[in-house]
Each structure stands twice: as C-alpha cells, then as structure tokens.
C-alpha cells in the first residue's frame, strides 16, 4: 500500500459503501502495528463491522486486539455517545432545575442530530486532543458510507455560523453551552484532517464506474474543505486467468474500462491498485496477505452445490406478488455496494411496465440512480431524489410562511435562527421521506435507501421526529403522523433486503433484520444479487469465489430468510432500461435452467 510509503499519524479512509473501507484500514493498521507502531483503528460507521473483520468484540472505548500486540480498536456507538453527551450538558443542572424542565430538555437531545453531534464530539477529542491519543503512533478510521463522512466533515462549520448568529441561547440540541464549550476543539479537528504532514485521506474505491465516479466527487469536495493530502485505492482489480470463460473476460473488461474511462481528476492523485482475490479477509491471518499477489493465485477445485435441487428463484415471480395490491411501498435495503440500486430500478420498470404508476426515489446521500438507468425515461416511471438542500430550503420557507407570520419582528428572527441550525437539515429530509412514503397510498413507491447505518437512524428518528417538528412548526403533518403505522403495515410497506453472497453483506443484512422487527417492521425478502453459483465458469479465481458463496447462500436461505430471489452476474452490466428489465423478464437468468424454478 503506497500511501504507506509517506506515513502520517492519522490515515482517514472514506469511500462509497460497499468497496472494501474496513477491510484496508484493518490491513494497514494490523501491518503498521507489526512493524512496532503503537495503533488506534477506530470506526465511524453506525453499521460497523469491525468486530468482525478483527474477530475481536469492540466497545466505544479502545480494545485491545490480543493477536496484533500493538493495536486497539474501537466503535463509535451514535447511541450511547448521545446519552453521554446529554449527560454531560444535562447533568450539571440535576438537582437545580424541576423535573419537568430537565425532562423537556432530555425531551429536546433526543433526535438524530444529537447523534451526529456526540459522534463528531468523540471524533474530534480523539482527533485534536492530544492528551486522549498521546500514546499512539497511528490514528486510523475506518469511516462511513462518504455521504455521511462530508456531513460529519462539513458539520463544524455549520455550527460555527449558527452559534455566532444565535442570540437566544438556546437550539434544537437544548442550551448552547454544550456545543460552545467544544468550538475550538472541533476547529482544532477540521485543522488536523487538512493538515497534509499529519493527516492522510486515502479514498477507496472499486474499479467500477459508479464507485469511481463518487471517489472523484468525494476528492473535489475533500479538496475544497482543505484536505488536500489525498490517496486513492483502487480495490479488487480482477485480471482473468482464463480467457476463454465469457464471465472472467467480462469482469476484467469491466474493470480495465472502468479505470482507462475514470474522471481526470483521479488521475493526479497517487494509487495504490490491489488485485481481486476470492478470499475473505477475516481475521488478522487474513489481513496480513491483503494486497498481496500471493492472496489470490491458489484456487480450490470447485465442486459446485451439495443441494442439487436448489435453484433460484426470478426476480419476476417476485415482482408478480408484489403488484398484487396495486398500490404501496417498497423498500431496497442492505449494505452499500450490494446493488440496492440495481435492484430498486429493475423492480420500478417492471411495475411501470405493467401498467402501473410508480415513483422511484432515493434517500442516499450517494445516489446515482440516473446512472443505473443511463437517465432513461418510461411511462408511468417518475424518479426523484430526496435533495438535502432542496428539502431544507422548502421546510424553512414553509416555517416561517405557517409559523412566523403571526410572529413580531423579534419571534421571527428567534425562528429563523432555529432554522438556520443543522438539525432542520434532518426534519426536512425526513418530512420529506414521510411525503414520499404517504405516496403510496395510491400509487407504487420504491424506495432505494442509504446504506444500513444511515437507514436506521432515518427509521429510528421516526420516534423523536414530533417532538423536533412541534417545536419548530407547532403541527405535525399527516405524512408523518401515520409514517410509522405505514412502515408497519405489511399490506402496504415491503422491504426487500438486498445482499451479496458474502460474509459481511449477509451478517449486516441479518443484523439489519433484527433492528427492523424490533421497529416491528417485517422484511418481505431477501434478494442475493451478484451470484455466481449457477454459472458456467471455468476461470480458477472465479471458480474458487463461486466454491465459497455456497455457505452463505444456505445461510440467507434457511437461518434468514422467509421468501428469496437470487440474480446472477451478469456478462453484460444492469445500465439502462434493457439491460434491468432483463433482470425482471420471466425468462431464466442461467444459462440451461428451467424458466420457473423456487426455493423449496
């Protein structure tokens, strides 16, 4: 890994979800660690999956990693920061103030913009207090999905220039004092991450045009925060080791052009490109071959399924049961990069395509569903995206128009300073979701979500969002008064959880499953995307991939999920509405396989 040529005490990864964060900070932590550094690996991410990477359980504190002497890792856990943030304003007033005004102020801490602010105020203690990581050579995070990552970044700013403007001394996180005791610790955080001889921002990446295309935009918005020091990672570059097998010619194709065809901007960053292995880098033994050539040239015979009778079901027998009530939600979840948005499209098509009207809309901070459709048009189709700026902007007009017009000069103002604050970035985009899913009502919506994490803070602040709206508008809208109710419902709200044949993919699906009945809300299925197991490949490193999905397609099958579809690789990449309505056509998907197949 190059980057590591030029060490700085901090190593930030960001990237899309899905193209291997976790996986190449852990390798560069455990070989930064062995080689007699002192380390902390941290993670960002509200979906993290350390733990599993390093076998190790974590906390929200640093825990050592017994088979790598010199490293300690931990979690940043949004939920239990936000109660020892709220602690930490709140608790100084207990016993001072009546029980209602303390209960009103507990009442105000409890939204998902609390979550943000504790995280960040953990990030940046650990960032810019030198008194808290004085021991350790290495600052390592493992950061989330990178919409979420530029909010965590852009966040001091904004907050700088409310607490400079807000006179009344309170907001939407409660008194003021708690965020203007930490303004200098979080200019001292921004200062260190744009500060080239301490800090490095390597951005990782897929040889893919997707993932490359947000490595170039997440670069350019880096650069204008100050962050210049930037290193690119291009992870899991596949080179077919049999040319004549159609599907590993394809794969490399796919990849050489993604790369010879990448924005220009890339082009000045230093690379490091780590080859495609079939391998899984769990465990530390793992990590130690990460990026070598050696990790990927050993191929296992592949002696295909033990359950000759499993086959996969279509995408469009699916689609069928999905149509059945003519109108309603329809969730794609799951991890970043398993192909939500594939998904999301080719379900939309086909139901456009039958005659009904359907809204496609996304809540990722990452989107790029116009790509996936090639921005393509169909009838009965209409795509939208959930726009952070634009949905701000038409809450806060939409404030003052029902709330400040009977106000005075001086109430107006108190309100318009609430509305410049943050947290009504996170009341308008949810107000927003809760419109899009009200549309379901009569008509079709498909919903291609934000990577896990983000999905459930956005599901979860359902529970706190009347108190955040009360405050500010003093009416709860109708959307969002039967939001909950709504995502219950199972005749009316589907969610399709979205994985990968792969260890990660599906123990963050199942893991999201849990988290979304304990909300009482059921998954209607689960959906493997990227599956080679019914292939006719001969090429030995697919062949050893293919030999490896079997456990996890028995896990989704008969530990997880109720109902399944599974959609091959395909030769040709889903861009564009040929090549998705191809995913939902009816006619198999696999070479020589009967048309209609199901899981028993």
Not at 15 to 36: N, P, R
Not at 189 to 207: I, W
Not at 373 to 398: F, H, M
Not at 524 to 537: D, E, F, G, S, T
Request: proline fraction near 6%; charge should be negative.
């Amino acid at each position: 890994m190059n980057f590591l040529n030029h060490q700085t005490r901090v190593i930030f990864f960001t990237g899309k979800g899905g193209v291997g964060k976790t996986t190449v900070a852990c390798a560069t932590a455990v070989k930064l660690a062995e080689a007699g550094k002192k380390v902390l690996l941290v993670s960002t991410d509200p979906a993290s999956n350390l733990d599993e990477v390093l076998e190790t359980t974590l906390r929200n504190h640093p825990t050592p990693i017994s088979t790598v002497p010199n490293l300690m890792a931990m979690n940043l856990d949004p939920e239990k920061l936000a109660f020892e943030y709220r602690e930490r304003v709140i608790g100084p007033y207990r016993g001072l103030l009546p029980e209602s005004v303390l209960k009103s102020m507990e009442e105000q801490f409890s939204g998902a913009c609390t979550r943000e602010i504790a995280a960040f105020d953990e990030f940046a203690r650990l960032l810019a207090d030198p008194s808290d990581t004085a021991e350790f050579c290495h600052l390592i995070f493992d950061t989330a999905p990178t919409g979420h990552t530029l909010r965590l970044l852009t966040l001091p700013a904004a907050w700088d220039d409310f607490l400079e403007q807000n006179q009344s001394g309170t907001t939407c996180l409660g008194p003021l004092a708690g965020l203007q005791s930490q303004q200098q610790l979080y200019r001292a955080a921004v200062g260190v991450l744009s500060d080239p001889v301490v800090t490095t921002m390597v951005l990782v990446t897929r040889a893919e045009t997707s993932t490359l295309a947000e490595a170039a935009r997440t670069s350019d918005e880096l650069s204008k925060l100050g962050i210049s020091n930037q290193h690119l990672v291009v992870n899991g570059l596949f080179l077919a080791k049999d040319t004549n097998d159609p599907y590993a010619v394809a794969l490399e194709k796919r990849h050489t052009t993604a790369l010879a065809t990448a924005p220009a901007n890339l082009a000045n960053l230093p690379q490091t490109v780590v080859p495609w292995s079939p391998h899984e880098f769990l465990g530390v033994a793992a990590l130690r071959r990460f990026g070598s050539t050696t990790a990927c040239e050993t191929a296992t015979q592949d002696t295909g399924s033990s359950d000759d009778a499993f086959r996969p079901p279509q995408l469009s027998d699916l689609v069928d049961e999905l149509v059945a009530d003519g109108h309603g939600v329809i969730f794609a979840m799951g991890k970043g990069g398993v192909g939500k948005t594939t998904v999301a499209a080719a379900i939309s098509i086909a139901i456009a395509e039958r005659g009904f009207e359907v809204h496609l809309s996304t809540t990722d901070p990452a989107a790029h569903l116009a790509a996936v459709l090639n921005n393509e048009r169909l009838p009965n189709l209409t795509v939208s995206r959930i726009d952070p700026a634009v949905e701000t902007a038409k809450y806060a007009g939409e404030v003052m128009r029902k709330s400040g017009s009977n106000l005075d000069d001086s109430g107006q103002a108190l309100l318009a300073e609430d509305l410049r604050s943050p947290c009504t970035e996170e009341i308008a985009v949810f107000r927003a979701f809760a419109d899009a899913v009200a549309e379901g009502v009569d008509k079709f919506v498909v919903l291609d979500t934000a990577p896990t994490g983000h999905t459930i803070l956005l599901l979860d602040s359902a529970l706190a969002f009347h108190r955040d709206v009360t405050r500010q508008s003093r009416e709860v809208p109708d959307a969002v008064a039967s939001l909950l109710p709504r995502l219950r419902d199972p005749s009316f709200t589907r969610v399709l959880i979205v994985t990968l044949p792969e260890p990660t993919p599906v123990h963050e699906a199942a893991e999201l499953q849990r988290d979304l009945r304990r909300a009482s809300i059921q998954p209607y299925a689960w959906i493997v995307n990227q599956v080679l197991r019914w292939l006719p490949i001969t090429d030995p490193l697919l062949m050893q991939k293919r030999s490896r999905e079997e456990k996890y397609l028995q896990e989704v099958t008969k530990i997880h999920a109720e109902k399944v579809a599974v959609i091959p690789w395909q030769i040709e990449p889903p861009i564009g509405v040929v090549a998705l309505r191809h995913l939902t056509g009816g006619t198999s998907l696999v070479p020589n396989m009967p048309e209609r197949t199901r899981v028993p």
